[in-house]
């Protein structure tokens, strides 16, 4: 099985195949992407975030703080040159997103009421601090992602777990987090610990899956694997869902990059079997 990506929002289009692992974990990932693929719709801006330059990332941050601030005065502070700020601002940021949306099941008053406008400001908020705070070339170069207002999320079965992998290759289409808040090595990175209020690895899934840009090993820091050891976390226990579900891979990942740069914008999925 594979999907076929075709990109353009005019002609000529451009396509590119992934194929897809035969698995059953796939097997049932593919049946949500087909729901999602059929009731929802693409966030092309988000799609596409990390090839935006950290620049361009800063303004879209920039402006979803500022939309938030309009509609709740002074609740965030600003601060110019946003896109080089302190590790303790950026999370400063994810804080104010968390007390603004809740969780997946217990969504705040505010976010449930918001407006369409005011819940995209919130969710950029969230998405765009994470792509700021990167600086370096991030993993991902293509998220298939689906508008949230039209989202569902599916708890993994225990064999699930077998399933998530420490590395890859790039080329790689794998699931993407379908949380809200920070797994391990988010707090690693960020300076946070395990009591971190909104610490929580994958065990939902959805049909949102990225492509993976350049080889991808979850202890290429390697402070990160004496971190999880000296905090008791065996670094190669899958059932705590801290790595990453591998769904398939494309042959040319460079090629399929100059094709993204070029058009930015996923014209439809399909699913040939």
Not at 66 to 87: C, G, H, M, P, W
Not at 236 to 245: C, E, M, Q
Request: charged share 25%.
């Amino acid at each position: 099985m594979q999907l076929s990506v075709v990109l353009g929002s005019s002609t000529p289009e451009e396509s590119f195949s992934i194929a897809l692992y035969d698995n059953c974990f796939v097997n049932k990932w593919i049946d949500e992407f087909r729901w999602c693929n059929s009731n929802s719709v693409i966030n092309q801006q988000d799609a596409f975030s990390t090839l935006m330059s950290v620049e361009e990332a800063a303004t879209v941050l920039l402006d979803s703080c500022t939309t938030i601030n309009r509609y709740l005065k002074d609740f965030v502070e600003i601060r110019s040159d946003i896109a080089n700020q302190s590790q303790e601002y950026y999370n400063y940021l994810h804080g104010v997103f968390e007390r603004l949306t809740g969780t997946f099941d217990r969504p705040t008053r505010l976010f449930t009421i918001a407006n369409a406008e005011l819940r995209t400001a919130i969710r950029n908020l969230n998405f765009y601090v994470h792509r700021v705070e990167q600086q370096t070339v991030p993993l991902v170069n293509m998220y298939l992602n689906f508008d949230k207002d039209q989202y569902r999320r599916i708890p993994f079965e225990p064999e699930d777990y077998d399933f998530f992998e420490f590395s890859f290759p790039a080329g790689t289409l794998f699931l993407h987090y379908a949380e809200l808040g920070k797994e391990y090595f988010d707090l690693y990175e960020d300076g946070l610990e395990l009591d971190y209020t909104a610490s929580v690895n994958s065990h939902y899934y959805s049909g949102e899956a990225s492509l993976a840009a350049r080889d991808f090993d979850a202890f290429e820091d390697t402070k990160f694997k004496q971190w999880l050891i000296d905090r008791n976390i065996d670094p190669y226990n899958k059932s705590l869902a801290h790595g990453k579900i591998p769904l398939g891979r494309v042959d040319n990942i460079d090629q399929v990059t100059t094709m993204l740069q070029r058009h930015r914008y996923i014209n439809r999925i399909e699913i040939h079997e």
